[in-house]
């Protein structure tokens, strides 16, 4: 009998990646306070955020019997500052021009967790993007595509924003929501495997 996955995240581009590796998953949106505590550090806030879905999913899905859940929050971090999803124009223009030429940060950390047992595992994995320059009219023109309305950081490396990339150091996947190889690796210590050999 197989395990069943529950993906603890609205994030379509996380639904995407696990089916892009042959799973299949319920998905369940944990609602959660997402404010950054004063001080907290970036790698201190993801991994609070994605045990914070965890504790918030269980309580959701206490009557759904046995299943494995999976939660994640991404960030992008660029000179040590969290970069969050643009509430303006005006906001994804600089964080975009503040990118142009620069290297910045994702950290994605990873939850695990059953349902009906308290075993949980987390970690969490980082990826260094390189920018090329950018100037302010592709910056412009790229904000009027919608892409980076809705995207930590205001761009989608599995989109537009991929021509802004000069160069990646870690988990592409990671840089779109979820670190693949590393989830998958986690996900058969759970009892699911991405490939099972007939």
């Not at 799973?23 to 505590?37: G, W």
């Not at 600089?94 to 990873?110: D, E, F, I, P």
């Not at 919608?146 to 996947?173: C, H, M, N, R, T």
Request: one cysteine or more; aromatic letters at 6%; a negative charge.
């Amino acid at each position: 009998m197989s395990v069943k996955l529950i993906l603890a995240s609205g994030s379509p581009r996380r639904a995407n990646l696990l089916q892009q590796i042959g799973l299949t998953f319920e998905v369940v949106r944990p609602d959660i306070d997402e404010t950054v505590d004063l001080g907290e550090s970036p790698v201190g806030y993801a991994t609070r955020m994605s045990a914070s879905k965890m504790l918030r999913s269980k309580a959701l899905l206490k009557e759904a019997g046995e299943a494995v859940i999976l939660c994640a929050d991404t960030i992008v971090v660029l000179d040590g500052e969290i970069v969050g999803k643009p509430e303006t124009r005006f906001d994804a223009i600089t964080v975009l021009q503040r990118m142009s030429g620069k290297k910045h940060q994702v950290l994605t950390s990873v939850t695990i967790g059953e349902t009906i047992s308290s075993k949980q595992r987390s970690f969490f994995v980082e990826t260094i993007v390189t920018f090329r320059q950018l100037s302010l009219s592709e910056c412009e023109a790229y904000w009027e595509t919608g892409e980076p309305a809705d995207k930590s950081g205001s761009y989608g490396i599995q989109g537009l924003g991929s021509i802004f990339v000069a160069g990646i150091d870690g988990s592409p996947s990671n840089v779109a929501g979820l670190p693949l190889m590393e989830t998958a690796a986690e996900l058969k210590s759970f009892g699911i495997e991405c490939l099972v050999q007939l």
